[in-house]
């Protein structure tokens, strides 16, 4: 099992999150609704994610790298289901939790 996931989030979303101190977006245009999760990868599959889900927009978006082990000591449980992660609630906003937000470029 990996200990670094990550997430595709929209800039603006990620952003309006800090606020709260945690982020709720399953995924692009959806929140995250009790029994959902937040949508997350394996650092290798983010570059296909992006195409496959995000090329249409010409928006600013952020890759979320995550701990799982900070996930988990806050409380956040990360299960694997077909070999694909998942955030089993909202991302805490945690130093020890969100370990890098990189800008993602556009592919034009």
Do not use: K, Q
Request: charged share 25%.
């Amino acid at each position: 099992m990996d200990d670094v996931i990550c997430h595709v989030a929209i800039a603006d979303d990620w952003e309006m999150s800090r606020g709260f101190g945690v982020y709720e977006v399953a995924t692009r245009n959806v929140p995250l609704e009790p029994g959902d999760h937040v949508r997350v990868a394996t650092p290798a599959e983010v570059g296909a994610i992006v195409a496959e889900r995000y090329a249409d927009l010409s928006i600013p978006l952020l890759r979320i790298d995550l701990s799982v082990a900070g996930l988990r000591a806050a409380g956040v449980e990360v299960a694997w289901h077909e070999g694909t992660p998942r955030v089993l609630g909202g991302i805490p906003m945690d130093p020890d939790v969100v370990l890098a937000e990189t800008p993602i470029s556009p592919r034009r």
